[in-house]
């Protein structure tokens, strides 16, 4: 039961907080229709999330909840992948400030609903019978989430000068990041052992026949990966994490009894 509930939060927490980085859009977009499209992502996300919280709740017990679980965690216990925290834009030192990049967002969104397509689809014979019923829901929506990023992807690497180069730049900062797909965690490791999770090892041909068709179409080129390998799924986060959960967190926390 353990190596389930583990593997619930990672895949709840992978959700949660790229939903609440997509929501940080809501009022921001570019145009109307992808201020409410991405907002509609943010919330299949989120829907996404609280389902997995409330597995991992139910199977866990002792009167925990699924807001236990999302707002009373601090950033070490989270286990979502490095890429999800990262802010709009590209690599910068600390002190800089910039503007949110609609490419950094759609080329995130790209690489990661790439992999939850496989991911979902695979779940959907999982031996935790709720989990296989929120594979199914999640990979419609994931689908969904595909193919908008992907559309995007293509606009701006085969459009203007300006967009070709905004996202070949996001994709050459956050294509490394998704190394840490491809190395599994204990939880993971425990959960393909009883049945419930998926070794997402056996996806990653799949998942760079995705994105290398889709960087050939948009003219744009795939960076070579080397270096750090992140491992937010283990709990080592970069410094955003620890922002954008205060942020997420901020009113449960200050009214832990409220009632809304």
Known sequence: MSATIDYLLHLADNAVVLGQRDAEWCGH??????????????????????????????????GTTEDQLAYFRDSQAFRNYTLLELPHHGALVGYAVADRDYATT??????????????????????????????????????YHLHHSRDWLLRMGDGTDESHARAQAAVNHLLPYTEEFWTVSPAETAAVEAGVGVDVRTLRAAWDALVNDALAEATLTRPQVRGYVPQGKVGLHSEHLGFLLAEMQSLARAHPDGCW
């Open 29 to 62: 977009g570019p145009i109307l229709e992808e201020d409410l499209a991405l907002a509609n992502v943010s919330l299949d996300l989120i829907g996404q999330a609280r389902l997995l919280y409330q597995r991992a709740a139910e199977l866990k017990g002792d």
């Open 106 to 143: 759609i080329v995130r969104n790209f690489l990661y609903s790439a992999l939850m397509v496989h991911v979902w689809d695979a779940l959907q014979t999982s031996a935790d019978s709720e989990l296989a019923g929120i594979a199914a829901k999640s990979l419609k929506e994931a689908t």
